[in-house]
């Protein structure tokens, strides 16, 4: 009886040790209300942590979105009869053309504009040389048109010293494919990746992260290194303004972006883009004058804007099965041959294919394999850079949980020149890099590294550097160097927190606890109509309802708590406009009040705020103009 006595004895210690263990796992681990409410990246912060999550390409959540066999050119067939040629610099108009014929220059004149030279009639047995990047045709018979079209060659400026590409001054090379995620860029472009990682020995990186909602604050992040979004006060308390200031009103300079160190370089230099442009949405100044030696806003403004828009589209994309992405990739492709053995600075963007549909890049996944094949001498000497600047932001996907981190996930694949492939240093830390947190301040960083630093040690030593005030330009700023920039292609020691990198907390990658709460919750319904609320109030601050419409809650898409109940996000769909709006609210004692700057529209809108004419107030987002009002009737 002792024996048992004793072993009774044992298993009431032993049980007893095991409840309180369970109790205290369940209060101190487990969300619930009676845990005291605390930030987590603060917490993850102090102790110098970032958890990165894993991103599943293919989780089953974002397979219903997906659409491989998207090909909007798939049927399309070739219709436009040329009635003009450039060929070799001169220009003519084909015999078989029994129109009449006219052409004229245009000219790069700031992001926004564009401008053009007087017309030129043509005859069938004449040619013309122009100095001109962009030469417009336009035919007509019978005060009818039946050709416009513009012809592209580069042109290289005979007077202008260009650096001879060498060890000393490689290329680069920077593809931007516009809302095309890390996890979307594995999915629909596979064989770009292929030929990147077969013939460049490209790394892609898996933890690239946004640091603004859309392309403008990420394009200054990636070429200016500035942060033009605001940061909670909160958790920013002595740096939560944008540091760019009103650049938006007051336009933007071409020494405020790296691309000036490449030019003071005497790199020959082009920016191409398919839709005008990264630093000017919504409705910015924008450079006021071309910034690069080539530059394709004359081409993508004057065919796809105006009156002579459906023109175009007749005889130069549809009529010749092209889009706006192929007209520019094309005159990309002929920059490199043009300056070749010339050391180059190329940003080209592209917005036009991935844009509006998670599906986007599937079917010029080819045509991009295809360009990086067809250059790949002409790349070898060259820093090479494929990325997005966000994921999809209004693609249905978008209101998923994945959809949420793939926003955050820019896209990212880093390849160096041939001759760099064989220093051992630099591969190593490029791999080491892959799978750490990384932003867009640090490509700034690369860049100037490349343009700079590297230089200083013939491009051979890739050690740590800390790129401190002291190593950025003087009249950019104190701002952009420090912890939250380092080079990509230089050692970076730990996973930096979002705190660090000066990242929101809406686009942070690094994990946040979340819990799923019923949509019919009633506290949710609840904070769902106090952001309706506030809305209405911003509507009523702006205009005194003069020109929006007053909103209404129309269902709640998505509600989760954050961060063991210090925050909730809601996805919410208003009415009348169906505006999916996305939202954080913090918890202030026993309530919760709205992060104002992590409101964020995750669908399509256009013009359904154009009456909004303060172009960067957060007004755009949700406002429903009251002059659509008979049209959404009509729906």
């Not at 013309?128 to 400026?157: G, M, N, W």
């Not at 990186?205 to 200016?224: L, T």
């Not at 009529?319 to 706006?324: E, F, R, V, Y």
Request: proline share 4%; aromatic share 12%; with cysteine.
């Amino acid at each position: 009886m002792r024996i048992k006595s004793k072993e009774t004895f044992k298993f009431c210690l032993i049980f007893l040790a095991v409840l309180f263990s369970v109790k205290f796992i369940y209060r101190h681990l487990s969300p619930g209300p009676s845990r005291p409410p605390y930030n987590i990246n603060q917490v993850l912060s102090n102790k110098a942590i970032c958890i990165l999550p894993e991103i599943n390409p293919w989780d089953p959540e974002v397979l219903p979105f997906l659409a491989p066999d998207w090909n909007p050119m798939k049927k399309c067939i070739a219709m436009t009869k040329m009635h003009t040629e450039l060929k070799n610099g001169w220009l003519r108009q084909l015999i078989n053309s029994t129109s009449k014929c006219f052409y004229r220059c245009l000219y790069a004149d700031g992001e926004n504009k564009y401008a053009a030279g007087d017309w030129y009639s043509m005859k069938i047995n004449e040619s013309y040389q122009e100095e001109c990047d962009f030469i417009e045709t336009y035919c007509s018979s019978a005060f009818r048109t039946t050709y416009r079209y513009i012809h592209s060659q580069v042109l290289k400026p005979e007077k202008k010293f260009f650096q001879r590409e060498d060890i000393l001054h490689p290329s680069v090379f920077m593809l931007v494919l516009d809302s095309v995620s890390s996890s979307s860029g594995m999915r629909s472009a596979p064989k770009t990746l292929q030929i990147l990682r077969q013939y460049f020995d490209a790394v892609p990186f898996y933890y690239h992260n946004k640091v603004g909602a859309n392309s403008r604050p990420n394009a200054f992040g990636m070429f200016a290194g500035a942060r033009a979004t605001a940061l909670d006060d909160i958790r920013f308390a002595n740096k939560s303004s944008p540091e760019i200031g009103r650049s938006c009103e007051e336009g933007l300079n071409k020494d405020e972006t790296i691309t000036f160190d490449f030019i003071n370089l005497n790199y020959a230099t082009i920016i191409a883009e398919d839709w005008v442009g990264a630093f000017t949405w919504p409705n910015c100044i924008g450079y006021d004058s071309a910034p690069t030696d080539h530059y394709t806003s004359p081409l993508i403004i004057r065919s796809t804007y105006g009156k002579d828009k459906k023109d175009f589209n007749k005889y130069f994309y549809i009529g010749k099965c092209k889009d706006t992405f192929h007209r520019i990739v094309d005159y990309a492709a002929e920059f490199l041959k043009i300056y070749e053995n010339i050391s180059k600075f190329a940003m080209i963007w592209l917005s036009n294919p991935a844009h509006d549909t998670v599906s986007g890049i599937y079917s010029i996944d080819e045509f991009l394999a295809n360009f990086f094949r067809n250059n790949m001498k002409l790349l070898d000497r060259s820093f090479i850079f494929l990325m997005g600047d966000h994921g999809a932001r209004i693609d249905p996907i978008r209101s998923t949980r994945i959809g949420y981190l793939e926003d955050n996930n820019p896209m990212l694949v880093i390849a160096v020149p041939k001759y760099l492939r064989v220093n051992r240093q630099l591969m190593e830390n490029l791999r080491m890099n892959s799978r750490k947190h990384t932003s867009h301040y640090d490509f700034y960083a690369t860049l100037y590294d490349i343009a700079h630093t590297a230089r200083q040690k013939h491009f051979q030593k890739w050690n740590m550097r800390n790129f401190t005030l002291t190593v950025f330009r003087q009249e950019l700023g104190d701002k952009r160097g420090g912890i939250r920039a380092r080079s990509l292609l230089r050692p970076i020691s730990y996973n930096r927190t979002c705190d660090e990198m000066e990242i929101p907390d809406e686009y942070c990658l690094c994990k946040r606890l979340i819990r799923n709460i019923s949509n019919e919750n009633r506290s949710v319904r609840k904070y769902a109509n106090e952001l309706v609320k506030y809305m209405n109030e911003r509507i009523q601050s702006y205009d005194s309802g003069q020109w929006c419409n007053k909103l209404f809650l129309a269902d709640v898409h998505l509600a989760e708590q954050l961060e063991n109940w210090s925050r909730i996000r809601l996805v919410i769909e208003t009415t009348p406009g169906h505006a999916k709006i996305e939202a954080e609210m913090r918890k202030d004692g026993t309530k919760y009040e709205i992060i104002p700057k992590s409101i964020n529209r995750i669908n399509k809108y256009k013009e359904q705020s154009h009456c909004i004419k303060n172009q960067t107030s957060d007004i755009r987002l949700f406002c429903y103009c009251k002059d659509q009002n008979q049209k959404f009737q009509n729906q």
